[in-house]
């Protein structure tokens, strides 16, 4: 029977999460399946069958790839009592995430019982005592302190300055930003403004179902100066726990709002409601500089501990010991440099119960693709 190819059109499939290729395809009536690869396809790739495995390996991109068939109910016994599960400490599952072999990791927490300051170490709890002043619900409704690092704000020499309306909302949501906004004049984080240049201001969700005042600030930051400062690499960060036995997480309270605009940029940070223009006197959200001062500050402050005992991310610090007694002493020097700097931590969102960690690595076989 002749089948007549009429038509031809470009296919882009992939094969698993290592394999991507387009191909140019005869379109054809078939049941069988939406695709079938031919000689040209194994020409172009090289692939190389093994009749007895009933499989193709090909090279792709530096990586050898091997395409495994469905597997019958007897294939599948054989592939399931070959399968071999290998239980690593944390020092070699952080290592061996490196090689080309697909790995998982089982991380399991024993759950505490009772709540979490029945099941913190009396000693932590004597010491998280001694900082109650930095452990606040909300922070204090005073400026924080004018340190020698500042958000500041360059523009562009020539910068035409934005002046944006205010997005329209319903009668509930100005409301709803404008008690947001009293809010943050009795705490003197804003003040009223006369700027020349305003964004305009809006509500987001949160997860809570309450509202989250941010700033439009994208035409500000197209006329704005960019300062960098590298953000730590989340793989060197965890390399750090290597041989950590016990762990603690602290979190600071609104950290961006920490940190003070460099004096005469707080006009540059104007935005608008439609009861006003009001103007910052900490850092805000939305800056295009914010993350790098941030980031800087955290790296100044906690400098002599860093990648010693302690590790920072933004507003999350982990800190991390071989020994309870090193925890606490190591602990009690954090918290110390953190009064001195008047920076304050939310205790809500602060892990001070050690955990105990297992952790658990295997390697299988993805069916339809493995990567040797």
């Avoid at 299988?364 to 493995?370: M, R, T």
């Amino acid at each position: 029977m002749d089948i007549v190819v009429s038509e031809m059109c470009q296919i882009v499939f992939s094969i698993g999460k290592h394999y991507t290729c387009e191909v140019l395809c005869d379109v054809l009536d078939m049941d069988v399946c939406h695709l079938i690869l031919g000689r040209l396809w194994k020409f172009d790739v090289g692939a190389c069958y093994d009749g007895r495995a009933n499989t193709y390996s090909f090279d792709w991109k530096g990586k050898r790839l091997r395409l495994i068939s469905h597997a019958t109910e007897n294939q599948a016994k054989d592939v399931e009592a070959k399968t071999t599960l290998h239980i690593v400490p944390g020092t070699t599952l952080l290592t061996s995430w490196k090689q080309h072999s697909l790995m998982f990791a089982l991380v399991i927490q024993e759950q505490a019982s009772g709540n979490r300051q029945s099941s913190q170490d009396p000693a932590i709890r004597d010491l998280l005592d001694q900082f109650q002043d930095i452990l606040v619900d909300a922070l204090p409704p005073t400026l924080p302190p004018l340190r020698a690092l500042q958000l500041q704000i360059d523009f562009h020499a020539g910068a035409i300055l934005p002046n944006q309306p205010h997005y329209r909302m319903s009668p509930k949501e100005h409301q709803t930003l404008q008690q947001l906004v009293d809010e943050l004049l009795e705490r003197k984080f804003i003040q009223p403004s006369i700027s020349p240049c305003a964004v305009p201001a809006l509500l987001v969700p949160k997860k809570d179902g309450s509202w989250r005042m941010c700033i439009d600030s994208r035409a500000i930051n197209k006329i704005t100066m960019k300062f960098r400062f590298p953000v730590p690499r989340v793989d060197e960060l965890l390399e750090k726990l290597t041989s950590a036995t016990v762990f603690l997480k602290l979190d600071l309270r609104s950290g961006y709002h920490q940190i003070r605009i460099r004096p005469g940029d707080e006009r540059k940070t104007a935005f608008k409601t439609r009861q006003g223009l009001y103007e910052w006197k900490v850092m805000p959200f939305g800056l295009c500089n914010a993350p790098s001062t941030f980031m800087r500050l955290m790296t100044e402050v906690l400098k002599p501990f860093l990648n010693k005992f302690c590790v920072a991310y933004f507003d999350d610090i982990l800190v991390y010991s071989e020994s309870m007694t090193d925890h606490v002493t190591h602990l009690s020097s954090i918290l110390t440099v953190l009064r001195t700097n008047k920076l304050y931590l939310n205790p809500s969102k602060c892990e001070f119960v050690v955990p105990r960690v297992y952790f658990l690595g295997f390697v299988l076989s993805v069916e339809g693709i493995q990567v040797d």
